[in-house]
């Protein structure tokens, strides 16, 4: 079974309240395997919209990286994240 990522780009608009999502994230993230790849860091935006923040995740498969992002520890999480900024999100499988 192939492994997936997670791949996020994030305006942050509240520090507080996005770290408040931050931490709870990361338990529900590890809980279903995931691993983080990415998480800031320098980046060159070569095309479409720039965001500070980049973060990659990979996940066993992309089944799991599913089940996190619907748990309701993920769910808990993200209300944090309401309104604190704006962001992408798209799970992916990998090529093999």
């Not at 990979?58 to 089940?67: D, G, R």
């Amino acid at each position: 079974m192939p492994k997936a990522y997670w791949i996020a780009h994030v305006t942050v608009t509240d520090d507080a309240a996005y770290g408040r999502y931050a931490a709870l994230a990361t338990q529900a993230i590890a809980a279903h395997g995931g691993e983080f790849l990415v998480r800031g860091g320098t980046a060159i935006q070569k095309e479409g919209r720039a965001h500070p923040r980049n973060v990659v995740a990979i996940f066993p498969s992309l089944e799991a990286a599913n089940a996190c992002y619907e748990s309701a520890a993920y769910q808990e999480a993200i209300s944090h994240a309401e309104g604190a900024c704006e962001r992408e999100l798209v799970l992916v499988e990998a090529v093999s």
